[in-house]
């Protein structure tokens, strides 16, 4: 039998998903402690799914495979778990053909451990792009934990960096603009002796400043292959909680928006808890504002409480320092966060935008992809247990060029369209879905789905489809406007892209431990397992493969674990071929199409880490993983390029109990040093292309 990983050093089971009590507190506020928001009667598609393999893999099962065990000899890990029986042919062949795999993913894989540091597949090299404060603003400060002020973090790189982005830089060979998101911030971490009952207005500023946005360029090194921050680039930028934004959109001037500091409802100061993202055709990046009801106080209405805002102090106590943060005093202010945030990283001038045509809810990604006659279409999950995920279509066209005009244009794309919700049926008899991991029988987790209308936002107007709810209703309080059309509910649907290759689309569903337990809803067809502890990843197909379409077909990609768990399944792939995953979080594509998947909290002893996992071919379903992340630490924003992947290593030494007096990771710096979140570069040590 395969040993996974005691638990040693990593989070109890008591924090839902794996995480710590400390990562409960800053990263989410508590949800998943709290009631659970979603408490409509819509039907939840829940819980079911063991894995045996279907009946197409039954057809496959003789495919010889990688082990996972095989990358025992990886960069910097512990020894590899040992894997299960297998036929002694099929063995000797696995070994002799470790490293093969469908293209884009022939590398080593690495074997699950628990090293404080960034673990890359043996011929792989890394190096810290930039890590926390180091400044990259004109005038910034070198980075010194023990004097840190807000002015100086506003020109350094901010905190717990998230989801990623590179972009061309035309003009400065070997250079690309990286953008990067801040989501929250550890202050326990940050600020030796930091009395959280306490805070003083300076740690709260400087915490205002780590949030948000940095904008900088990086530069590579031909010789040693090694990528390095610019500092104090013309492009290079920051954008805080305390930078102003401009509301657009259907919601922008609405009375639901007006505070005393912004009685038009078009200026919001600051961006909170940016999550996932995506890039857009027209080179701007799009960020999810996702738990943003943590930094809000003493609320005592339902439309809130749908929103997990809580009734007393929040736990950073901003609200002692700004009247914004306390719903009692400024009860708008909280309708100006949860959107989709629009930057423009190659004009340092530009003022971000908030889209709230794309709706309010806790975003988890804004992937992009464009109808056939060349309007976007934009994917995002609502990271909550029991909640939605949805698209937006919008009703203009992009344009190409790059004048003045043409960007203007572009940047209004995400303003005039129609928001959809998602709501799926199993194709099996309810009977047949029981919650135990039992496969229904006809050997398949499958069915259709249809994008419900919600509202419609044009030029002159909105337009509400949803019975007994404006228009600007439904753009506030889009949760609520899900429950009234009976979304399907999902278990913390995260990130969602489409395959720029095939055009499917992926959905990250990272774990709902509730599921199913007391008077939380059952299983159904599409998520599997009750006390869903490890996640699953759905893959969805719109009719004709066309983004615009308002019906899809879905079936189950992958449901997460240690592979030797019946409840197990790798889009049919051999189990014993394949690497432990728990609790898929971001997602990505190589060039390949290859889907690669980054975990948060995982439950298999092991530290989180990034995998690539095959979409097609014979090799569908081979899941590989490529790294894993230092004690504490979460896999963020990964870029995937021909010859170089990115990840964020986000809120290393996150542990219960730790402080920066008793640090529970020297990452990345070593003893004596802080431990810093960070982005890190790694490519082959040939300098040829990755997995080939």
Same mark, same amino acid.
Request: with cysteine.
């Given at each position: ?138 005038? $910034? ?221 806790? =975003? ?60 799926? !049926? ?35 107007? $909105? ?77 969805? !197909? ?12 879905? %079936? ?50 092991? =530290? ?39 990840? $964020?290593?986000? =809120? ?20 004596? %040093? ?19």
């Amino acid at each position: 039998m395969r040993k996974l990983l005691p638990l040693i050093g990593t989070p109890s089971d008591s924090h839902p998903g794996g995480r710590s009590a400390m990562t409960c507190r800053f990263r989410c506020g508590d949800a998943c402690f709290h009631e659970v928001p979603n408490t409509s009667s819509n039907e939840y598609v829940g819980d079911v799914i063991a894995g045996a393999l279907s009946r197409r893999s039954m057809m496959r099962a003789a495919a010889v495979v990688t082990v996972a065990a095989a990358g025992a000899g990886a960069v910097g890990v512990a020894q590899a778990p040992q894997a299960g029986a297998v036929p002694a042919a099929a063995a000797r062949e696995a070994a002799r053909s470790r490293t093969k795999g469908a293209r884009g993913l022939r590398f080593a894989p690495v074997a699950p451990n628990t090293a404080d540091a960034v673990t890359v597949p043996d011929g792989y090299r890394q190096n810290v792009v930039i890590r926390w404060g180091e400044p990259i603003l004109r005038g $910034a400060p070198a980075f010194d934990p023990e004097k840190q002020s807000a002015k100086a973090q506003a020109g350094q790189f901010g905190y717990n960096c998230d989801f990623l982005a590179l972009l061309p830089l035309p003009g400065e060979r070997g250079r690309q603009l990286l953008v990067a998101n801040h989501e929250y911030t550890d202050e326990v971490l940050m600020f030796r002796g930091y009395d959280a009952a306490n805070p003083t207005r300076e740690q709260v500023e400087i915490a205002w400043a780590a949030h948000g946005l940095s904008a900088v360029v990086v530069e590579e090194d031909r010789r040693s292959g090694r990528l390095t921050a610019v500092s104090r680039h013309q492009l290079n930028r920051r954008v805080t909680a305390t930078t102003e934004f401009r509301l657009t959109g259907p919601v922008a001037g609405s009375d639901l928006v007006k505070t005393s500091a912004d009685p038009s409802g078009t200026k919001v100061l600051g961006t909170l808890n940016n999550c996932s993202g995506g890039v857009t055709p027209w080179g701007t990046t799009l960020h999810g504002e996702e738990n943003f009801n943590q930094y809000f106080a003493n609320s005592s209405r339902a439309t809130d409480k749908r929103y997990g805002i809580g009734t007393g102090a929040t736990e950073r106590k901003w609200e002692r320092f700004d009247k914004r943060f306390d719903v009692a005093q400024e009860p708008n202010e909280v309708h100006r966060f949860g959107y989709v945030v629009e930057f423009d990283p190659y004009d340092p001038a530009s003022t971000p935008r908030k889209h709230t045509a794309l709706g309010r809810f806790k =975003h988890e990604a804004a992937t992009v992809r464009l109808t056939h006659d060349g309007r976007p279409v934009v994917y995002s999950g609502d990271d909550e247990r029991f909640d939605y995920f949805y698209k937006f279509v919008s009703s203009k066209r992009m344009k190409h060029g790059t004048s003045r005009s043409v960007r203007e244009h572009n940047l209004s794309l995400l303003d005039e369209g129609t928001l959809y919700v998602a709501k799926l !049926t199993g194709d099996s008899p309810a009977i047949e879905i029981d919650g135990t991991g039992k496969l229904p029988n006809d050997g398949e987790f499958d069915g259709s789905g249809q994008w419900i209308p919600l509202a419609t936002a044009t030029a002159k107007g $909105a337009v509400s489809h949803v019975e007994g709810m404006s228009a600007e209703e439904v753009f506030v309080f889009t949760r609520l406007a899900g429950d009234k059309v009976g979304a399907t509910k999902m278990d913390r649907p995260e990130d969602i892209e489409p395959n720029p290759v095939t055009g499917k689309v992926y959905v990250a569903l990272t774990n709902n431990s509730n599921r199913g337990v007391g008077s939380n809803p059952k299983a159904d067809e599409a998520n599997p397992r009750h006390a869903n502890k490890h996640g699953h990843v759905l893959e969805l !197909t719109e009719r004709w493969n066309r983004p615009e379409s308002t019906t899809f077909a879905w %079936s189950l990609f992958l449901v997460a674990g240690d592979p030797e768990d019946p409840a197990t399944y790798f889009a049919g792939f051999p189990k014993e071929g394949v690497s432990p995953i728990s609790c898929p979080d971001n997602v990505a594509f190589d060039p390949y199409g290859n889907l690669w998947i980054s975990t948060d909290g995982a439950q298999l002893g092991s =530290h989180d880490g990034l995998f690539g996992v095959a979409t097609r071919g014979e090799r569908r379903g081979e899941l590989k993983q490529f790294l894993t992340v230092p004690k504490g630490a979460e896999t963020c924003g990964p870029i995937i390029q021909e010859r170089r992947v990115l990840v $964020a290593v986000q =809120h290393p030494g996150e542990i219960d109990g730790a402080s920066v007096e008793k640090p529970a990771s020297t990452w990345p710096d070593g003893p004596g %040093s802080y431990v810093r979140p960070a982005v890190v570069s790694v490519w082959r040590a040939d300098g040829c292309d990755i997995g080939v």
